[in-house]
């Protein structure tokens, strides 16, 4: 511990007799890299913020990496971090390190990365490169792709996902063949949501979801010169083994949220045609039969379609389910192995739930994202988020309010993790906020008929 911050204030005070500021300047930015290593010992983040804005005043090459591998110190002795608290630290260090960035410093960036040991401090320069008019955010990303930290691949594939470009799809199908040819060199949760990470930017490249990286070369190879690449006329799915009504269940870490508030009682008619733009099988007209018209109750078929996914879910799957209505009440504290147990428990657990209540959403989404093992979401709902209820043909006077809160925690709680958010609504649901709320977070939306 001693000699890492006598290194750290080594290259601190290195920068300090290389700067060209006047005698109280360079006093006061001398005092200002001792808060920073006093800061970072004592994971004290204000002082941290405020420090490291006069460090990199001086302009020295050497401040630069110096306070991205404090920032990565800093975090590790910040283990119990509030989201909300960590979200603003990481984009006001952010903030500072991408104002102090020159275009003269920029070649020599790349080369600072690879030699930084913390990920976190590889990964908050990346994240400068959004704040810096001289490095460019989507070259930076492209450097960052290669990097030996899957956090930092992670968040390179976050900025590369929306860029069309021939060049940007080669070099993320590279680099996510290169992952799973090595896969004993990239073991671990956080690769695993990597690897989803990869999937999800090629599926939104191109339009398509595929099951495998050579899955996807293979269709890559096919249409790389096709005018049409990036918007083909014909969306081609690979075949899922499992799904959800209709939605296609993947991921090794699953939470199932679903509504059970009173409008879950509602009983769907079925349309005819088979021209339904909405997920699920058309069977025939409804009829009087009072069996018939329980078994299209939401509530019944939320649970029927559960049970069928939770019965086939493969063994190493872990998973939960939280119900929520008024109150939100999960089956398990956290992800459970998918053994025969634990599904036979499940299963018991769903037939049991029983609709009442109203629709408390931002609670139900707080609880499933509190298990930070979680990477992919499936929230399944008939209604608008609420917290006073009202008549089924009026919009609850707080939804809009609701709404929005949860977009902004949204931003918060999934900020660097990467968990994938699918949506399913029954009639009735707020489709605008479930089509932002799966879009924000690399899933798809699910309309149920």
């Known amino acids: 511990?001693?000699?890492?911050?006598?290194?750290?204030?080594?290259?601190?005070?290195?920068?300090?007799?290389?700067?060209?500021?006047?005698?109280?300047?360079?006093?006061?930015?001398?005092?200002?890299?001792?808060?920073?290593?006093?800061?970072?010992?004592?994971?004290?983040?204000?002082?941290?913020?405020?420090?490291?804005?006069?460090?990199?005043?001086?302009?020295?090459?050497r401040s630069l990496p110096a306070v991205a591998e404090a920032f990565g110190k800093i975090v590790d002795r910040s283990k119990d971090l509030d989201p909300g608290d960590?979200?603003?630290?990481?984009?006001?260090?952010?903030?500072?390190?991408?104002?102090?960035?020159?275009?003269?410093?920029?070649?020599?960036?790349?080369?600072?990365?690879?030699?930084?040991?913390?990920?976190?401090?590889?990964?908050?320069?990346?994240?400068?490169?959004?704040?810096?008019?001289?490095?460019?955010?989507?070259?930076?990303?492209?450097?960052?792709?290669?990097?030996?930290?899957?956090?930092?691949?992670?968040?390179?594939?976050?900025?590369l996902r929306n860029l069309e470009k021939l060049?940007?799809?080669?070099a993320i199908m590279e680099r996510y063949l290169e992952v799973e040819k090595k896969g004993k060199s990239y073991k671990g949760a956080d690769w695993d949501r990597t690897r989803l990470?990869?999937?999800?930017?090629?599926?939104?490249?191109?339009?398509?979801?595929?099951?495998?990286?050579?899955?996807?070369?293979?269709?890559?190879?096919f249409r790389k010169h096709r005018p049409d690449l990036f918007n083909p006329k014909q969306k081609k799915d690979g075949i899922s083994k499992?799904?959800?009504?209709?939605?296609?269940?993947?991921?090794?870490?699953?939470?199932f949220i679903i509504d059970i508030s009173g409008s879950m009682m509602a009983t769907d008619p079925v349309k005819k045609g088979k021209n339904s733009k909405r997920g699920g099988t058309t069977v025939g007209d409804p009829r009087k039969d009072p069996k018939y018209i329980d078994s299209r109750r939401r509530i019944n078929r939320a649970r029927k379609e559960l049970v069928k996914v939770v019965k086939n879910l493969p063994d190493d799957v872990r998973f939960n389910i939280i119900p929520y209505s008024t109150e939100v009440s999960p089956w398990k504290k956290s992800l459970t192995k998918a053994d025969s147990k634990n599904k036979k428990a499940a299963i018991q657990f769903i037939e049991g739930l029983k609709a009442e209540g109203v629709t408390f959403t931002d609670e139900a989404l707080e609880i499933a994202f509190s298990d930070l093992s979680v990477d992919t979401v499936f929230l399944i709902t008939?209604?608008?988020?609420?917290?006073?209820?009202?008549?089924?043909?009026?919009?609850?006077?707080?939804?809009?309010?609701?709404?929005?809160?949860?977009?902004?925690?949204?931003?918060?709680?999934n900020f660097l993790r990467g968990v994938r958010v699918f949506t399913l609504g029954f009639p009735e649901a707020e489709e605008e906020f479930l089509k932002k709320l799966s879009k924000d977070h690399s899933g798809n939306y699910t309309p149920i008929e």
Not at 26 to 49: P, S
Not at 242 to 255: D, M, P, Q, Y
């Open 1 to 61: 511990m001693y000699k890492t911050f006598t290194l750290l204030s080594f290259c601190l005070l290195l920068s300090i007799q290389a700067s060209p500021l006047h005698a109280q300047s360079r006093t006061q930015i001398r005092k200002a890299y001792k808060d920073l290593v006093t800061a970072t010992k004592e994971a004290d983040l204000d002082t941290f913020v405020e420090a490291s804005a006069l460090v990199l005043k001086d302009k020295a090459s």
């Open 86 to 159: 960590y979200f603003k630290f990481h984009s006001d260090v952010a903030k500072n390190i991408g104002k102090a960035i020159t275009p003269k410093e920029v070649p020599y960036l790349k080369n600072y990365r690879k030699k930084m040991k913390h990920p976190l401090g590889r990964m908050i320069l990346l994240e400068a490169a959004n704040f810096s008019k001289a490095w460019d955010i989507d070259k930076a990303a492209l450097e960052a792709l290669e990097d030996k930290g899957a956090i930092v691949v992670k968040r390179s594939l976050f900025y």
């Open 167 to 170: 060049s940007v799809l080669e």
């Open 197 to 221: 990470a990869f999937q999800d930017a090629l599926t939104r490249l191109l339009k398509v979801r595929l099951n495998a990286a050579l899955d996807y070369q293979s269709y890559l190879e």
């Open 242 to 255: 499992l799904s959800l009504f209709g939605a296609e269940v993947t991921g090794k870490n699953l939470t």
């Open 382 to 413: 008939d209604g608008a988020p609420t917290h006073q209820g009202g008549r089924s043909s009026v919009r609850p006077s707080d939804a809009d309010a609701i709404i929005t809160y949860i977009h902004k925690r949204m931003q918060v709680l």
